[in-house]
Every structure is written in C-alpha cells, then in structure tokens.
C-alpha cells in the first residue's frame, strides 16, 4: 500500500511538473535567429576556370570570388577593334579630304576633257561652215553637234569636281564619318567591359555559406553563383497570435534568450506585420486560435557585436 501511494505522488509530481514548463513554455514566444541573405552572380556567361573562395568564408567588399572563360567575349574585341580602325580611318580621310595624288589625277583628268572640249568646238565650227554651203550631210552634222555636247558635260563635270575638292569634304560627311567612329569605339568599350565581368567580385562583405557550382561548370548570367549571409546583420523573428500582440508595441525593449547556450540579448522590436501564410509561422508550439489572426515580430539586438556569432536559424525566447 506504501509504495502504491509513492507510486501515484510520483505520477502527480510528473504530471504537475510538466504543466508547469508547458505553461512557462507558453508564457513565452519562440522564434529564430535569422540574418541578411545576400547572393552574388555573373554578369556574363562562361564557364568556371577558377573559384577563389570556400563555403563558410568571410569575405570583404572587393574580393575576387571567381574567375570565369567567356571566349566569345574576346572575340566581340576582336571585332570591335577592327571596326574602330576602319572607322576612324575614315573619319580622318574624311577632315584631310583630297591628297596630292587625288589632286594631281583631277588636274591630268581636266586639262585633258579642256583640250577634248576645245577640239570639239573647233569641229563644230568647221562643220557649221560646210553644212550652210551644203557640203555636209544632216546627219553627219547631228553628230558633231552631239560630240560636242558630250564634251562640254565631261568638262563642266570635272569643274564641279574640282571645285569640290577645293572647298573641302562637306561638314555632312564629317559628321557621319566621326559618328560611325563614335559608334564603333561604343561598341569596342562594351565589349571590354564585358570582358572585365569574367571576375565575380563581392560588392560588400559576406559570410559565404553555400557556392552552387564547382570548376569547369557553366555559370549562366544572373545565376546566384554564391550565397550568403551579411555579417553582423543578425535579428529575432517571431510569430505572435492575435490574442497576445497586445503585449507587444514596435520600439519596445524585450529580452531574447538563445535557447542553445542560454545567453540573454536585449534587443528592440522593429516592426510588427501581419502574416497571412500559415507556413511562415516559425513558433514551434502555436498556441491560438483558429480565428486568430497571426502576426510576425522582428527585432534588432541592441549589442549586434554580441549577437553576430549566434547560429542561423536557432531556436530563441521572447522573454
């Protein structure tokens, strides 16, 4: 009889026991540390020659993290060179215009449509004569008269021409000859800045946590190559029922207690927003209401120096 009566105290004080740490339990809000996710991709696609980083790194703004072969990007310089000499050679003739041999032709070229020109008059005077004394033929007039039309165009065509030359290549040409220069140098700066993206580089400072690719892999532009979390940016998430948010003000000190080394945090709650997903709930024991609406708390430690090394995702106590 003595040890049944021990036997149901026992019970009791078991019974009792765990009431009393499932009402501390719910007395307090769990959630989770949490910290600033950050990822860094390509610019460009290529293939992985070089990984200069490993998982679970720091890293600081500027580091190389990777190294990657974009063979077509070295072929678009390639080209974008030769089209900056081609055009630039053509702005420059363009603004010297004419040279002394282009000269020198143009003034061989006149002087011998002068002298067809001449002769041409001199022939048409001739055969004026005889076609009034009727010693020539209208058709054999006709084409004197058409020769020296002929040679009177060639001739003023060549005036033009050298009077072009001697103003100069018009202002239109210049311009379109210096913008296609333009225009290919852009495309040549383009090209090389393409070429500089083959280095991954880290905009800011980075815990690394996890690299998706491995050396010799393609890494596609815009694929997050690396992953991970801001240093120092560590902060509190909770989920509160609707019942208890009355408990809770944004500016408001409370404690957070790191379940896994019992360390106590003074931190500030930073915002209070509704949840409307029930898959974001971080509480491991919810304790509310079907009906109840249910809210997420963030808050900021006060001292993030102390609170930088406390792991992703462990368990905390909004005390």
Do not use: W
């Not at 769990?30 to 290529?46: D, L, M, N, Q």
């Not at 927003?273 to 024991?285: E, N, V």
Request: positive net charge; glycine residues 6%.
């Amino acid at each position: 009889m003595m040890q049944k009566n021990i036997f149901l105290l026992f019970i009791v004080l078991y019974v009792f026991t765990a009431c009393e740490k499932k009402k501390e339990r719910l007395n307090d809000s769990e959630g989770k540390a949490k910290k600033e996710v950050i990822s860094f991709a390509p610019k460009v696609t290529g293939r992985i020659l070089k990984i200069y980083v490993s998982e679970g790194q720091f890293i600081k703004k500027g580091d190389t993290l990777a190294l990657l072969d974009v063979p077509e990007v070295s072929a678009k310089i390639a080209q974008a060179q030769g089209a900056v000499s081609a055009a630039t050679a053509q702005e420059q003739m363009a603004k010297n215009g004419a040279t002394t041999d282009q000269l020198k032709q143009l003034q061989a070229k006149y002087k011998g449509l002068r002298e067809q020109y001449e002769f041409a008059q001199k022939s048409f005077k001739r055969a004026s004569n005889m076609y009034r004394d009727s010693l020539m033929s209208p058709q054999a007039y006709d084409e004197v008269y058409a020769k020296l039309q002929g040679a009177k165009a060639q001739y003023d065509a060549v005036i033009a021409e050298q009077d072009d030359v001697k103003r100069g290549t018009r202002f239109e040409k210049v311009e379109m000859a210096s913008g296609q220069a333009s225009q290919a140098k852009g495309a040549l700066q383009e090209a090389n800045v393409a070429y500089s993206e083959r280095y991954i580089i880290a905009t800011n400072d980075m815990e690394v946590e996890t690299i998706s690719l491995n050396v010799g892999e393609l890494a596609t532009a815009g694929y997050a190559l690396f992953n991970g979390y801001i240093p120092e940016s560590t902060y509190f998430r909770f989920t509160i029922p609707e019942s208890e948010i009355l408990k809770y003000k944004k500016g408001q000190t409370v404690t957070i207690e790191v379940v896994y080394n019992k360390e106590n945090i003074q931190g500030v709650i930073s915002y209070i927003k509704q949840l409307t997903r029930y898959a974001d709930i971080t509480t491991a024991y919810p304790d509310y209401q079907l009906q109840d609406a249910i809210y997420e708390i963030k808050v900021k430690p006060n001292d993030i120096h102390k609170s930088k090394d406390i792991l992703v995702n462990a368990n905390v106590i909004l005390k």
